[in-house]
């Protein structure tokens, strides 16, 4: 059963989105776009905070508490979780789930210790990836996509699984925002690598994208944000569509 998944990036408190993690406008208040993408039969939500990794500012646990209130599917919240306290606080204040990226790339040791503090089930690696023409390979970024770090992409997610991860949320910055598709080549190779759930991130811009990712990979679930936000597809309309194209999808 493939899974759809909006995104809410968030800076300040605000929905906001940009294209290959730069250009970021602002959107409107992530707590009715939430409340909307549930009652619309999203399976899961993805809240990002862009910013606390950069401005070490605290977990913004009343917008997470009144996401969480709003809505009646997983929630998982991302962005600057760094410690274990940053996930105390953000299940405390209603998250399912927490995303980690840079904290864990600077520590890999973190994902064991967070996974022996809370289960695999409520930890979420996410793997910030892009394609580097002159290293001719995929590499991690950290701090929202503005780092590049000497890790190859695919290896960290093998390391991921290996320390105990639950799943990987894998977000391509060469398609990210930008209407191409998801990058495809990259997720079909982590797909055959690891064997737990991935949920593919960047590029979506058409009913068609989520079709490809889902008929040319394992891809468990797929998230996106431009889309939806802007009302170009709705869930509903996404998940009807591949319904019809024979793709079994979850009641949301």
């Known amino acids: 059963m493939k899974k759809i998944i909006p995104c809410l990036d968030t800076k300040d408190g605000k929905l906001v989105k940009g294209v290959n993690f730069v250009n970021v406008k602002e959107l409107g208040d992530p707590v009715e776009f939430a409340k909307g993408y549930s009652d619309d039969g999203a399976d899961e939500l993805v809240i990002l905070d862009i910013t606390k990794t950069s401005e070490g500012h605290a977990l913004r646990t009343e917008m997470i508490r009144q996401v969480a209130d709003a809505i009646d599917i997983p929630l998982t919240v991302g962005g600057g979780i760094a410690t274990l306290q940053d996930i105390q606080d953000a299940l405390d204040a209603g998250a399912s ?23 695999s089930d409520k930890i979420t690696i996410a793997v910030d990836m892009a394609y580097d023409d002159e290293k001719e390979g995929y590499f991690l970024y950290t701090n929202a996509g503005q780092t590049q770090e000497d890790v190859d ?33 990259f997720l079909k190779l982590a797909s055959e690598a690891v064997n737990i759930p991935i949920i593919a991130s960047g590029g979506a811009g058409s009913i068609s994208d989520f079709i490809e990712l889902f008929e040319e990979t394992t891809i468990e679930a797929g998230l996106a944000a431009s889309i939806f936000h802007k009302k170009e597809v709705t869930v509903s309309e996404l998940k009807t569509a591949l319904a019809n194209e024979g793709i079994e999808v979850a009641n949301g």
């Open 97 to 119: 789930k927490v995303g980690i990226n840079s904290a864990a790339a600077k520590n890999p040791d973190f994902i064991n210790e967070a996974v022996a503090a809370y289960g």
């Open 153 to 185: 992409a695919l290896e960290w997610c093998k390391e991921c699984e290996a320390r105990g991860a639950g799943a990987l949320l894998i977000t391509s910055i060469d398609t990210d925002g930008a209407y191409t598709g998801f990058d495809i080549p």
